[in-house]
């Protein structure tokens, strides 16, 4: 399994844009399906986006058009960019994978885990 560590997170104005990073150590990154999730407090750990093995990729209807993902296998890094932020969405964002080439929405289906960045946005 790969271990995983995120970046990027921190205090955004609402409009800002912000770009969270995710290193990914061990294992083998270019076959691992990644994704990112993110959790508010007293809700529950949603899928935000993710992109498959084969390049794939899968937004959320909440963040749909606001949000470019990308991953770049040489450096073992995935990538999110957020733009147009509002208030919800401030929450920890955690970087997940499975090694699979679908990616799934499901946080049951990600067998490693980041420990998370905090992202809030002021409003």
């Known amino acids: 399994q790969v271990q995983l560590i995120e970046s990027g997170g921190g205090v955004v104005q609402a409009g800002g844009s912000l770009r969270l990073s995710c290193a990914a150590s061990?294992?083998?990154?270019?076959?691992?399906?990644m994704a990112w999730f993110r959790q508010a407090p007293g809700k529950e750990r949603e899928f935000v986006g993710g992109?498959?093995?084969?390049?794939?990729?899968g937004v959320a209807d909440s963040v749909k058009g606001r949000l470019t993902l990308s991953r770049d296998n040489a450096k073992s890094t995935l990538y999110l960019q957020m733009s147009s932020l509002k208030p919800e969405d401030t929450a920890v964002y955690y970087c997940a994978a499975r090694v699979s080439a679908i990616l799934s929405p499901e946080t049951t289906d990600f067998t490693s885990w980041g420990q998370g960045t905090q992202v809030t946005v002021s409003s």
């Open positions: 992109i498959s093995w084969t390049g794939a990729p």
């Open positions: 061990g294992g083998t990154f270019s076959t691992n399906t």
